[in-house]
């Protein structure tokens, strides 16, 4: 071991080793292949680990986070609240290191594992800088300089997310990321010569990125730390540095996928430890000149961080305003009285599709809330997500916008948007990010949809023409089943408003979260607006809307059929069934309020049948009986549709007089009555 740079790469190896081998589980060959650009890396960012969310610090993702033992070993290393018990505590119960990393977790920036998630996620941040600076950075007060690095192999390259964000990042000219391709040649299948044989620089040329390439990365950390250099100096396009490494380097199986998911065997550590100059006997050793080498840069990543505090203290002499919004957004918190500007309405006011109603709360409240900032995937007119006078994000070498706008035309990429708005969103500065698209193609972003809700990030979602409603483009578009599938997944809300307030109360919702994302589902139709409703009822998630004395049936809906089982009760009610009618929004903000609320809206004793234009799946939690539709719609003017399946107001009615006749003389317990609380 002939100088620091050496044992500290060494070390990290041996690490990665014993961690997996440890644990029984996990992937070292990445990590001992990836180490010296890491070293390279790290030892060159800009980070506090005494204060993990400084703001100007640099953003590092690992899109290929099943190397995870290596992102762990480092923040250990480098003076993180990770101590080497966390590390011989890799992958077991309620660990500080689990299996892939986690956002929740100090110095891990966003929650990896799919692949292509964290190349997507890392573009996020990069736009979320760019955005920052422009609005924030002022002569002499640079307040926001950092770069967004990001590891990834060929498994995220195969995945299509990386291919929609990667493009658009290269459109975006994004020269504050810079990405490393673990250039290994292996994925799990083996060599990837058997599925994967592009040229992934000539496609990222292609792109608009800027490519360099490090031939040696198994030993020439110093040549990977000059790549580094060079790509800053490339300000108007991203760059990828491929380093080319050996999966699982020092070990016997080396360039093998034998080292990809699989730990090393004891006679593969011991050859490695003396190889690397380690004892064989010995487990989790860290040299304390590591730690002191290491430790330089964490000093120097708090003084580079003591010094920002001073700038900004200047800074906020000079531009009050700016500092006082960029303080407030820092803590996560929105502007005072900022739902003020969200719009009522009464019976008065015309019939208007929610989608319609969903570009008036972004016009109303974008100039409210600077932290606003989203897109649409090509679909602006449709879905109505951008105000009048909105400033595209956009490079100003174009000529169509600048950094310092909010509308990002993110092309027809749903999933490379998912990503990349997680992306933004956890960046800090309470960015509140949405994306755009028909309901039904939501779909195309589930996976980051998924990762929203398990990591915590509070973005949006902008699901406009959500139901068979939309009409005469037909079953390719009309989303029977895709509230079901979001609303199966935990900490998502699902909102299907019914009218303007219940579109205001969603946005609320969602706007005012710190830690669960939504889905705001749209109507391309007029819809009423509804006596009953209100900003302040719906914000409940669910609240009767339509009340009568001694009801005999209760009608819960959502979205468009609300208006229309109202008609329904009011028809009933003629015939001798008095009924009330609950609109139910949201399913996740409804199952968070008291018991005694919730059963004052599905009592004991009643019948409840269930209303919506889509797969009923999921609504028995909710009602008795269920009407929706269990099989794909069809090409049509939307109101011949509706006919078709008979909701209509005498359909509704139809079958809920047969629901009252079921249950007649019946004793008969709210649904939301169960006998144990599922697991929390």
Same mark, same amino acid.
């Given at each position: 071991?002939?100088?620091?740079?050496?044992?500290?790469?060494?070390?990290?190896? %041996?690490?990665?080793?014993?961690?997996?081998?440890?644990?029984?589980?996990?992937?070292?060959?990445?990590?001992?292949?990836?180490?010296?650009?890491?070293?390279?890396? =790290?030892? $060159?960012?800009?980070?506090?680990?005494?204060?993990?969310?400084?703001?100007?610090?640099?953003?590092?993702?690992?899109?290929?986070?099943? !190397?995870?033992?290596?992102?762990? /070993?480092?923040?250990?290393? +480098?003076?993180?609240?990770?101590?080497?018990?966390?590390?011989?505590?890799?992958? &077991?119960?309620?660990?500080?290191?689990?299996?892939?990393?986690?956002?929740?977790?100090?110095?891990?920036?966003?929650?990896?594992?799919?692949?292509?998630?964290?190349?997507?996620?890392?573009?996020?941040?990069?736009?979320?800088?760019? $955005?920052?600076?422009?609005?924030?950075?002022?002569?002499?007060?640079?307040?926001?300089?950092?770069?967004?690095?990001? +590891?990834?192999?060929?498994?995220?390259?195969?995945?299509?997310?990386?291919?929609? !964000?990667?493009?658009?990042?290269?459109?975006?000219?994004?020269?504050?990321l810079i990405a490393f391709y673990d250039d290994n040649h292996i994925s799990i299948d083996g060599d990837i010569n058997v599925a994967f044989t592009e040229d992934v620089l000539k496609r990222l040329e292609a792109y608009g990125w800027e490519v360099i390439t490090v031939s040696d990365a198994d030993?020439?950390?110093?040549?990977? &730390?000059?790549?580094?250099?060079?790509?800053?100096?490339?300000?108007?396009?991203?760059?990828?540095?491929?380093?080319?490494?050996?999966?699982?380097?020092?070990?016997?199986?080396?360039?093998?996928?034998?080292?990809?998911?699989?730990?090393?065997?004891?006679?593969?550590?011991? $050859?490695?430890?003396?190889?690397?100059?380690?004892?064989?006997?010995?487990?989790?050793?860290?040299?304390?000149?590591?730690?002191?080498?290491?430790?330089?840069? !964490?000093?120097?990543?708090?003084?580079?961080?003591?010094?920002?505090?001073?700038? =900004?203290?200047?800074?906020?002499?000079?531009?009050?305003?700016?500092?006082?919004?960029?303080?407030?957004?820092?803590?996560?918190?929105?502007?005072?009285?900022?739902?003020?500007?969200?719009?009522?309405?009464?019976?008065?006011?015309?019939?208007?599709?929610?989608?319609?109603?969903?570009?008036?709360?972004?016009?109303? #409240?974008?100039?409210?809330?600077?932290?606003?900032?989203?897109?649409?995937?090509?679909?602006?007119?449709?879905?109505?997500?951008?105000?009048?006078?909105?400033?595209?994000?956009?490079?100003?070498?174009?000529?169509?916008?600048d950094y310092s706008g909010r509308y990002i035309r993110f092309g027809v990429r749903e999933h490379g948007v998912g990503a990349i708005i997680n992306g933004i969103s956890a960046y800090g500065a309470n960015f509140k990010a949405y994306g755009a698209t028909f309901l039904n193609f939501v779909s195309?972003?589930?996976?980051?949809?998924?990762?929203?809700?398990?990591?915590?990030?509070?973005?949006?979602?902008?699901?406009?023409?959500?139901?068979?409603?939309?009409?005469?483009?037909?079953?390719?578009?009309?989303?029977?089943?895709? *509230?079901?599938?979001?609303?199966?997944?935990?900490?998502?809300?699902?909102?299907?408003?019914?009218?303007?307030?219940?579109?205001?109360?969603?946005?609320?919702?969602?706007?005012?979260?710190?830690?669960?994302?939504? /889905?705001?589902?749209?109507?391309?139709?007029? *819809?009423?607006?509804?006596?009953?409703?209100? #900003?302040?009822?719906?914000?409940?998630?669910?609240?009767?809307?339509?009340? %009568?004395?001694?009801?005999?049936?209760?009608?819960?809906?959502?979205?468009?059929? %609300?208006?229309?089982? #109202?008609?329904?009760?009011?028809?009933?009610?003629?015939?001798?069934?008095?009924?009330?009618?609950?609109?139910?929004?949201?399913?996740?903000?409804?199952?968070?309020?008291?018991?005694?609320?919730?059963?004052?809206?599905?009592?004991?004793?009643?019948? /409840?049948?269930?209303?919506?234009?889509?797969?009923?799946?999921?609504?028995?939690?909710?009602?008795? %009986? &269920? =009407?929706?539709?269990?099989?794909?719609?069809?090409?049509?003017?939307?109101?011949?549709?509706?006919?078709?399946?008979?909701?209509?107001?005498?359909?509704?009615?139809?079958?809920?007089?047969?629901?009252?006749?079921?249950?007649?003389?019946?004793?008969?317990?709210?649904?939301? $009555?169960?006998?144990?609380?599922?697991?929390?």
């Open positions: 071991m002939s100088d620091i740079n050496t044992l500290t790469i060494n070390t990290i190896r %041996v690490l990665a080793a014993d961690t997996v081998a440890k644990a029984n589980s996990g992937h070292p060959g990445a990590p001992m292949g990836m180490a010296p650009t890491a070293h390279a890396l =790290f030892t $060159q960012m800009k980070f506090n680990p005494k204060n993990p969310d400084w703001l100007n610090r640099d953003r590092f993702v690992l899109s290929n986070g099943h !190397a995870c033992a290596l992102l762990y /070993i480092l923040l250990h290393l +480098f003076g993180y609240d990770y101590t080497l018990d966390d590390l011989k505590n890799f992958r &077991q119960l309620n660990s500080k290191t689990p299996g892939h990393p986690e956002a929740d977790l100090p110095g891990v920036e966003v929650t990896t594992g799919p692949l292509g998630q964290g190349i997507a996620n890392a573009i996020g941040l990069a736009i979320a800088q760019k $955005q920052i600076a422009a609005r924030f950075n002022r002569p002499n007060y640079t307040i926001s300089d950092n770069y967004t690095y990001c +590891f990834f192999g060929d498994g995220c390259m195969m995945e299509g997310v990386a291919s929609e !964000a990667c493009s658009l990042a290269g459109h975006l000219q994004l020269g504050n030993t020439n950390w110093q040549a990977i &730390q000059d790549a580094i250099a060079k790509a800053k100096k490339t300000t108007d396009k991203p760059t990828c540095i491929k380093v080319t490494t050996t999966i699982g380097y020092g070990s016997l199986n080396q360039g093998t996928h034998g080292v990809h998911g699989s730990p090393l065997k004891p006679d593969d550590i011991i $050859q490695l430890k003396k190889r690397f100059g380690f004892d064989p006997s010995q487990k989790f050793v860290v040299p304390q000149e590591v730690y002191d080498y290491y430790g330089k840069f !964490a000093e120097a990543g708090a003084k580079a961080e003591k010094e920002w505090n001073n700038l =900004f203290d200047e800074y906020a002499g000079e531009y009050p305003d700016l500092a006082e919004e960029l303080a407030r957004r820092v803590k996560n918190e929105l502007p005072s009285g900022w739902e003020k500007a969200l719009p009522t309405y009464t019976t008065s006011d015309s019939a208007v599709a929610t989608r319609k109603l969903s570009e008036i709360v972004l016009t109303k #409240i974008e100039s409210v809330l600077p932290e606003l900032i989203g897109g649409s995937a090509d679909l602006t007119p449709s879905n109505l997500t951008r105000w009048s006078d909105a400033v595209d994000f956009q490079p100003p070498s174009t000529g169509l916008g195309y972003a589930s996976g980051a949809v998924r990762l929203s809700a398990l990591s915590g990030h509070p973005i949006i979602w902008v699901a406009t023409h959500d139901s068979i409603g939309l009409g005469e483009d037909g079953p390719t578009h009309q989303p029977i089943e895709t *509230l079901a599938h979001l609303r199966a997944i935990p900490n998502l809300m699902v909102w299907r408003p019914a009218d303007g307030n219940e579109t205001s109360a969603a946005y609320h919702q969602a706007l005012s979260s710190k830690h669960t994302p939504a /889905i705001i589902a749209l109507s391309r139709q007029n *819809l009423p607006q509804l006596e009953g409703s209100s #900003i302040e009822k719906a914000v409940k998630g669910g609240y009767t809307i339509y009340e %009568v004395e001694s009801p005999k049936l209760i009608l819960v809906s959502t979205g468009s059929e %609300v208006s229309t089982s #109202i008609d329904a009760a009011k028809l009933l009610a003629e015939q001798g069934t008095p009924t009330s009618v609950v609109s139910l929004p949201d399913f996740h903000t409804f199952d968070l309020q008291p018991k005694d609320y919730k059963l004052s809206v599905l009592p004991d004793g009643i019948p /409840i049948m269930s209303v919506e234009v889509m797969s009923p799946s999921g609504w028995s939690g909710y009602s008795h %009986v &269920q =009407f929706g539709i269990n099989r794909f719609g069809m090409s049509a003017p939307a109101p011949e549709i509706y006919k078709a399946f008979e909701f209509t107001p005498e359909g509704i009615a139809k079958r809920g007089q047969l629901t009252v006749d079921y249950y007649k003389g019946k004793e008969l317990l709210s649904p939301l $009555q169960k006998p144990f609380v599922s697991i929390q």
